[in-house]
T-cell receptor, first 115, second 113 residues
Framework: NAGVMQNPRHLVRRRGQEARLRCSPMKGHSHVYWYRQLPEEGLKFMVYLQKENIIDESGMPKERFSAEFPKEGPSILRIQQVVRGDSAAYFC?????????????FGPGTRLTVT | AQSVTQLDSQVPVFEEAPVELRCNYSSSVSVYLFWYVQYPNQGLQLLLKYLSGSTLVESINGFEAEFNKSQTSFHLRKPSVHISDTAEYFCAVSDSGGFKTIFGAGTRLFVKA
């Protein structure tokens, strides 16, 4: 029973480049969350997606950040024109989306470093 | 709106000593409460959860938390910690649908020999 997979685990980008972070949820899970974790700042919600739908993007910066969860394939968090302040650990979590199931299952994270 | 406050950012403790990690929440509706643990360079894992029923919930590795509605708290306790409990612990609150979860800032537990 494969867990949530994220790749790459580590990503180094120069300022101005694009970063693409991938998340494959657990089998049978149709909901994905993305979080950003900065040192000493805890876990911040970014976006909540269901397949082919963005349910809640209230935590996403208005510019340069986008997310998708296509019908087939992994969820993608895309950061365009990265800046040093984007350096952080990005976690995705999957959720079955069924009534009464409240636990989120987290991937190991992608650590983005912008140089 | 829901919010979660973890009162201690770091808690150093000696091995075999008891520990309490504090968590307070605010919500205008019924809530579901969670503690997640994050070991170094890993994602978060669910430690325990309160959905309904008994206000005292336990994990398989000796942690327990008590839901206190009047004090809006969900403190995590362990009577005797091990070195391997060194990790970051996150308290979280979810709405009744379970679709929106708010995490606290985390408490770093450091167990010393």
């Amino acid at each position: 029973n494969a867990g949530v997979m994220q790749n790459p685990r580590h990503l180094v980008r120069r300022r101005g480049q694009e970063a693409r972070l991938r998340c494959s949820p657990m089998k049978g899970h149709s909901h994905v969350y993305w979080y950003r974790q900065l040192p000493e700042e805890g876990l911040k919600f970014m976006v909540y997606l269901q397949k082919e739908n963005i349910i809640d993007e209230s935590g996403m910066p208005k510019e340069r950040f986008s997310a998708e969860f296509p019908k087939e394939g992994p969820s993608i968090l895309r950061i365009q024109q990265v800046v040093r302040g984007d350096s952080a650990a990005y976690f995705c979590a999957s959720f079955p989306g069924l009534a009464g199931s409240y636990e989120q299952y987290f991937g190991p994270g992608t650590r983005l470093t912008v140089t | 709106a829901q919010s979660v406050t973890q009162l201690d950012s770091q808690v150093p403790v000696f091995e075999e000593a008891p520990v309490e990690l504090r968590c307070n929440y605010s919500s205008s509706v019924s809530v579901y409460l969670f503690w997640y643990v994050q070991y170094p360079n890993q994602g978060l894992q669910l430690l325990l959860k309160y959905l309904s029923g008994s206000t005292l919930v336990e994990s398989i590795n000796g942690f327990e938390a008590e839901f206190n509605k009047s004090q809006t708290s969900f403190h995590l306790r362990k009577p005797s910690v091990h070195i391997s409990d060194t990790a970051e612990y996150f308290c979280a609150v979810s709405d009744s649908g379970g679709f929106k979860t708010i995490f606290g800032a985390g408490t770093r537990l450091f167990v010393k020999a």
